[in-house]
């Protein structure tokens, strides 16, 4: 596709009334006024026969296969256009829904003819993406012309949740069953499994005396006990509309698949199992527990598949059948979200109806541009009462989780940079307290 240019429908904007204002001052002029126009068509052909042919330009194209939530990758583009003319090219591409859209770049061709063109690739949900097309634009010498120039991709780019960054984040905390060498370490003193006796030191504690082995004996002896392993974690995930919301460019499911990941790969590691589950107006996924590190790969594909949904999030329907589905007490991590105190009523009910029988950890997201709101200097009546709105909020949300507090419900209300790592913090916690 050829177009002309600004500069060339400025020339010619400015040639038209010179040419006129020349004929109306004398008329025996009009040779003038044909030769301007002439030359100036001359300019425009001349800039379009020395303009870098498409045929020249040879595109590679490097997608990546994998995408991140949270992480940005570049789409590699090598442009060899084999002209030794130095042309400055400017690309944009066509990326879908999934992913943002990058700004325009701008590369010149350097001596060899070539040109590198990393387009930045941030993905903003799950899923699978499509690299449509690449849109390359470049000017002839004089500027006076461009040419656009499309170029066909069409190359598919799975968006997945942060494994990485799982990994990353699971070995910043201490793992007390942690693998040492090739041997696994069995965490002793800790816990409340009977795991051996031993000779009694001073600095041990006196309440884990064996007094009846002592006297047989006939010396202090002591029991050590190891962590008990084994417990039964599940992660519950609200997928309704309210979990759509993006924070920082990323949904809040997103956020706490990510999160659940995260989780998962520690307690794995901790000799626990883990299963998925997901709901919103009817239950969506739900994936059995299973243990091992080497079934995290199952737990990957689950969180996978759960999908954003427009519906409104049924608490009653979907908490009575998790609760069903579960035949033992469990550690449940519910991760959902809720707007105010009125329509939190039937979620509280629900909660604490599992909470009864299950240890429920509630987790929910903070919102920034809320807190910016409350905090942010009201200098406008408009703005005096956005913060007012915006403290009622916060504070129907504070009762909420005041509620589930005194229901036995442990409760986080986190940023989305602390959500991971809280998570962790707060499952390491009841590990340690023994609270499943």
């Known amino acids: 596709m050829i177009r002309p240019t600004f500069r060339a429908v400025a020339v010619f904007a400015a040639s ?74 400017e690309a944009a591409c066509d990326l879908g829904d999934l992913l943002e859209r990058p700004p ?7 001596a060899e003819g070539e040109a590198l063109l990393p387009i930045p690739l941030r993905p903003l949900r799950r899923g699978v993406a499509q690299v449509e097309r690449l849109w390359l634009r470049w000017r002839g010498p004089m500027g006076l012309m461009s040419r656009v120039h499309v170029v066909p991709i069409e190359e598919p780019v799975t968006v997945t949740a942060n494994i990485r960054a799982v990994r990353q984040t ?7 069953n942690a693998m040492h060498g090739v041997k696994p370490q069995r965490q002793q003193g800790e816990g409340s499994e009977f795991e051996a006796l031993r000779d009694y030191v001073p600095g041990l504690d006196h309440r884990s005396i064996d007094w009846k082995h002592s ?28 979990m759509k919301e993006p924070l920082q460019g990323i949904t809040k499911l997103d956020l706490a698949v990510n999160a659940g990941l995260q989780l998962g790969y520690v307690s794995l ?65 519910l991760q959902t979200e809720f707007v105010d105190t009125i329509t939190a009523e039937l979620m509280v009910e629900n909660v604490q109806r599992l909470a009864s029988r299950h240890l429920v950890l509630f987790v929910c997201l903070q919102d920034p541009g809320l807190l910016a709101t409350v905090d942010a200097e009201p200098f406008t009546v408009n703005a005096m009462s956005q913060s007012v709105i915006a403290d009622e909020f916060l ?24 959500m991971g790592p809280e998570i962790i913090n707060r499952y390491l916690e009841i590990k340690r307290r023994e609270l499943i």
């Open 16 to 89: 038209i009334p010179v040419g006129f204002a020349v004929l109306l001052t004398d008329e025996t002029l009009w040779p003038f006024t044909i030769a301007l126009l002439f030359l100036c068509g001359f300019a425009l052909l001349t800039d379009l026969l020395l303009m870098l042919s498409p045929a020249r330009v040879t595109i590679d194209a490097k997608v990546p296969k994998v995408l991140y939530i949270g992480e940005e990758d570049v789409l590699l583009v090598r442009i060899a256009a084999g002209s030794q003319r130095r042309t400055v090219l």
């Open 104 to 110: 325009r770049l701008r590369a010149a061709l350097n």
């Open 170 to 176: 699971a070995v910043t905390f201490s793992d007390p």
């Open 215 to 242: 006297a047989r004996h006939r010396s202090l002896v002591c029991k050590e006990y190891h962590s008990e392993r084994n417990h039964q974690i599940i992660l519950a995930f609200d997928t309704g509309y309210l």
């Open 269 to 333: 590691r901790a000799g626990d199992r883990i299963g998925v589950f997901g709901f919103d107006s009817r239950v969506r996924l739900f994936s059995r527990p299973s243990g091992g590190v080497g079934t995290f790969w199952r737990l990957q594909k689950a969180a996978a598949e759960l999908d954003y949904s427009d519906d409104e999030t049924n608490f009653t329907l979907g908490l009575s059948a998790l609760a069903g589905r579960l035949d033992r007490r469990s550690l449940v991590v």
């Open 395 to 418: 504070r129907e949300r504070r009762l909420v989780m005041e509620r589930l507090r005194r229901m036995g419900v442990l409760c986080l209300d986190v940023t989305a940079e602390q």
